[in-house]
């Protein structure tokens, strides 16, 4: 399933740089062994392709979907949603990757949200904060089932919040 869902996320960078619905790669991934269904939005709606194997249903969206309502980690207002990932084999089994990119420009106040954020989890919860050039962070709880990393690069912030076994 890890395979697939890399092949997918690479086929919406492709559907990303121009490719639109009913064009070859929405046909070569259809005919993949698990793909259940594709669909690739030509009309500004977001790429997104469901795949399921082996009892295993993976939805990868691409940029200008919507954080899933019942996903644990917030985001600050006026983010722009690059990708969401969401698996699901059962229980125990689910989890989730939300993308989401700012303006460099808002560094300390999402670097202040999610430290704020840090403080509402578990006692097992760590956080780690990097300066300097290159700013980053990292939050991590394992009880809460929770992970995100957020750094600044090339003018954007960009936050990796994901979810396992929820």
Same mark, same amino acid.
Request: net charge negative; glycine share 12%; hydrophobic share 35%.
């Given at each position: 399933?890890?395979?697939l869902?890399a ?10 740089? =121009?490719d ?6 929405e046909q070569?991934?259809e005919?993949? &062994? *698990?793909v259940?269904?594709?669909?690739? *939005?030509?009309?500004? $709606?977001?790429?997104t ?6 009892g295993?249903?993976?939805v990868?969206s ?6 899933p309502a019942?996903?644990p980690? &917030?985001? &600050?207002? =006026?983010?722009e949603?690059?990708?969401?990932i969401? $698996? ?8 989730a990757?939300?993308?989401? $990119?700012?303006?460099a ?21 760590f ?6 050039? +290159?700013?980053?962070?990292?939050v991590? +709880?394992?009880?809460? =089932?929770? +992970? ?11 936050v990796?919040? +994901?979810?396992?076994?929820?």
């Open positions: 399933m890890k395979k869902i092949a997918f996320a690479a086929a919406l960078l492709i559907t990303a740089c =121009g639109s619905g009913n064009t070859l790669t070569v991934l005919n993949q &062994p *698990g259940s269904d594709v669909q690739i *939005g030509d009309d500004g $709606t977001p790429a392709i469901e795949i399921q194997n082996d295993t249903t993976a990868i691409g940029n200008g979907t919507d954080v019942d996903f980690i &917030p985001f &600050p207002d =006026g983010g949603v690059q990708s969401v969401q $698996t699901n084999g059962g229980p125990g089994e689910a989890s990757s939300v993308v989401v $990119t700012f303006p420009t808002r560094w300390d106040e999402i670097r202040a949200f999610y430290e704020s954020w840090a403080d509402t989890l578990p006692d097992d919860h956080t780690n904060v990097v300066s300097g050039q +290159s700013p980053g962070m990292q991590l +709880s394992e009880e809460a =089932g929770v +992970s995100l990393v957020a750094g600044v690069e090339d003018d954007v912030v960009t990796v919040a +994901s979810t396992i076994g929820r």
